[in-house]
């Protein structure tokens, strides 16, 4: 009897993608009380849902570093107080946002996106754009760009006009995401859908109202970029590319809130007239920053800078990343 050779790599890698799937936030009815093209917006997940689930080496590539930096911050000893979830389908299509972070025991809710790419790729961007070219949500090609997306929409959240900006909050506020979507009220639907980090979420079993459902206005949108060198060698069970990723990711995402308040603070100091979405946001930034200003999460930051400071590889991948933000905040 033959048995058909198993591929331990691509095994893994199907776990992985499996796991990753299963502890997405689900797009569920709870979310029609709140938007009223919840249907259409479930209608165009599901079609361009078509081009991901394809075996193209692209698209599993892509899929594959997602679901293997999940895995890896979910063990990562940042566990401790931070919680990582899935995104929606939806908010992974159109908003680019992979994964949910949240703090643990957290008296106020704060909360960021990371968006997963390889060095310089956009494995999944392309074919987005082609399929809906109209989104604005259609996500940018390579690191540079996307971290230039996240500037862009800080840009947009400080461009309002207080009261335009007030207005708008008073509409959503008041249920205006679940009227019809009418010629009257298309602009504001438009707007409001501009503003969102993430458009369908829903609080963790952790928190003291698990299950509620509702958007995401402001807050970090992190852009983790990983060489492929170390997912390929990861995947082959290197258990010392596995945390190099895992240290990698979270020091990026730090790096990433760091250099958004930096660009905030600048804002602050020329901008004369704030708006309520401006504020937010900048709100939001500044709890990250404290929040990884407490002792436990200095010392583990401090801890991984001092693992690998003679690690080539591990620099090499910094520099990259930050020469990256340089050029899209200079």
């Known amino acids: 009897m033959k048995f058909k050779e198993i591929n331990p790599e691509q095994n893994y890698s199907n776990r992985l993608i499996e796991s990753f799937e299963k502890s997405r936030i689900g797009s569920d009815d709870a979310f029609r009380k709140i938007y009223s093209d919840y249907s259409h917006d479930m ?16 698209v599993q590539l892509g899929k594959i570093a997602e679901a293997l930096v999940f895995s890896l911050l979910q063990k990562h000893k940042i566990r401790n107080h931070l919680e990582f979830r899935a995104t929606s389908e939806y908010d992974d299509y159109f908003h680019g946002a992979d994964v949910v972070v949240e703090p643990k025991g957290a008296v106020v809710q704060a909360l960021a996106a990371i968006d997963i790419t390889i060095n310089q790729e956009d494995i999944k961007g392309k074919e987005r754009l082609e399929a ?6 259609s996500r940018p090609v390579g690191l540079d760009a996307k971290l230039s997306r996240v500037r862009r929409y800080t840009d947009y959240l400080s461009d309002f006009e207080p009261s335009e900006a007030r207005n708008l909050k008073a509409w959503m506020d008041g249920g205006g ?14 707007t409001a859908e501009r503003l969102f980090l993430m458009k369908y979420y829903k609080t963790p079993d952790s928190a003291k109202e698990s299950g509620k459902t509702g958007y995401v206005i402001g807050g970090p949108q992190a852009i983790i970029s990983i060489d492929t060198m170390f997912i390929n060698q990861a995947l082959q069970n290197n258990e010392q590319a596995k945390e190099m990723i895992g240290d990698l990711a979270l020091l990026e995402f730090v790096y990433c809130i760091q250099a958004e308040l930096k660009y905030l603070k600048k804002k602050v100091e020329t901008k004369k007239d704030r708006n309520v979405f401006f504020d937010t946001h900048y709100t939001k930034i500044q709890a990250w920053v404290h929040i990884f200003e407490q002792s436990a999460l200095e010392n583990i930051i401090d801890n991984i800078i001092k693992k690998h400071q003679r690690n080539p590889d591990f620099i090499a991948q910094i520099k990259y990343y930050g020469e990256a933000f340089q050029k899209a905040y200079r």
């Open 132 to 137: 809906y070219p109209e989104s604005f949500e």
């Open 177 to 190: 995401l679940h009227q019809p979507r009418t010629s009257k009220n298309e602009i504001k639907f438009q």
């Open 43 to 58: 209608e165009r997940t599901e079609n361009l849902g078509e081009l991901y689930r394809s075996n193209s080496p692209e």
